[in-house]
C-alpha cells in the first residue's frame, strides 16, 4: 500500500512491482516506512568512488572495441554501432573465420578472441593509470583547500568526469559531422596518437569535473597551479596569463 501526502491510497502488486529509493539520510522517514522497508546503509566513504569508476570503463571500453570493429582509424564517429555497421563488420569476418576453421579447426576463433582481449586489457589498463594516478589528488586538494558552491562526494565529481569523457570520446550520435568528438580506434593496437588524445580528454574532463564547483576567484588560481603539476607531463597546459579553467579542448589538432 502506497500512501500519498494527499492521502489518497493505492494498492501496489507486490509480484509484478518493486520500488527502489536512494537518499542521502532517513530524517524525513517515519517510523512506518523504516519498519515496512528493507534498508541497506553503503556509506560513500567505505564504497568510494573506484566501483563507480571501474564498471563505467568496462562499458566504455565494450562501446569503443564494438563501434571501431568494423571501421578504419580514420573515419570512427558516432556514439554506438548501427545494425548497419555490425552487419557490415560481420560479413568482412564470416570468410576470415571460414578460411581459419578450415586451416586450423575450432581453436583459430579462440586465438582471435584472445587477440581482442588483450588489446581491450592494454587500452583499459592505461585509461585506469590516469584515473589512478589523478583523480584522488585532485579530490584530496578539493577536500583540503577548496570552497565548493554546492556540497559534494566523490562519486558524484567522478560520475560527471565519467560523463566529459563520454561526451568528448564518443561524441554525438545523431550528428553527421565528423567533429562528432575525438576520434579513437581501440583496435588493432592502441597508438601513442590515442593515447594523447586521451590523455588531454582526460585532463580536460577532471579539471572541469572536480573542480568546475570550486568558488572563488582565489581558490580557483590556487586549483590551477596544483592541476598543473600534476598533469605536467601527461596534459601541459598553455603557459601565460589565465587558469586552466580558460581553456577549451580541440580534439582536432
Known amino acids: 500500500m502506497l500512501c500519498l501526502p494527499s492521502g489518497e491510497r493505492m494498492r501496489l502488486d507486490a509480484r509484478r512491482l518493486r520500488i527502489m ?8 522517514a517515519s517510523p512506518a516506512t ?17 566501483a563507480f569508476a571501474r564498471s ?9 572495441w564494438y563501434r571501431n570493429a568494423g571501421s578504419s582509424s580514420s573515419d570512427v564517429v558516432g556514439d554506438g554501432v548501427s545494425g548497419r555497421d555490425q552487419q557490415r563488420a560481420a560479413q568482412q569476418q564470416r570468410p ?15 586465438a582471435a578472441a584472445g587477440s581482442k582481449s588483450a588489446e ?21 586538494w578539493v577536500r583540503a583547500h577548496g570552497c565548493e558552491a554546492l556540497p559534494s562526494v566523490d562519486v558524484s565529481l567522478v560520475a560527471t568526469l565519467t560523463a566529459l569523457m563520454d561526451a568528448i570520446c564518443c561524441g554525438s550520435s545523431s550528428s553527421s559531422s565528423s567533429k562528432g568528438g575525438v576520434k579513437l580506434c581501440l583496435g588493432p593496437v592502441l597508438t601513442e596518437s590515442h593515447k594523447v588524445q586521451l590523455q588531454y ?16 576567484a582565489a581558490v ?32 582536432y589538432k
Open 21 to 28: 529509493f536512494e537518499v542521502e539520510d532517513l530524517s524525513q
Open 34 to 50: 523504516v519498519s515496512r522497508c528493507g534498508m541497506v546503509y553503503m556509506p560513500s566513504d567505505v564504497t568510494g568512488w573506484r
Open 56 to 64: 563505467w570503463l568496462a562499458g566504455f571500453m565494450e562501446r569503443h
Open 96 to 110: 576470415q573465420l571460414a578460411a581459419a576453421a578450415a586451416a586450423g579447426g575450432a581453436a583459430a576463433p579462440k
Open 120 to 140: 581491450l586489457a592494454q587500452a583499459e589498463a592505461f585509461i585506469w593509470g590516469l584515473f589512478e594516478s589523478h583523480v584522488e589528488p585532485l579530490l584530496g
Open 201 to 216: 580528454a582526460f585532463a580536460f574532463s577532471a579539471v572541469w569535473a572536480i573542480g568546475g564547483n570550486l568558488e572563488g
Open 220 to 251: 580557483r588560481e590556487q586549483f590551477d597551479g596544483a592541476a598543473r603539476r600534476l598533469f605536467d607531463g601527461t596534459a601541459n597546459f598553455p603557459g601565460g596569463s589565465g587558469t586552466v579553467f580558460d581553456y577549451c579542448l580541440d580534439p
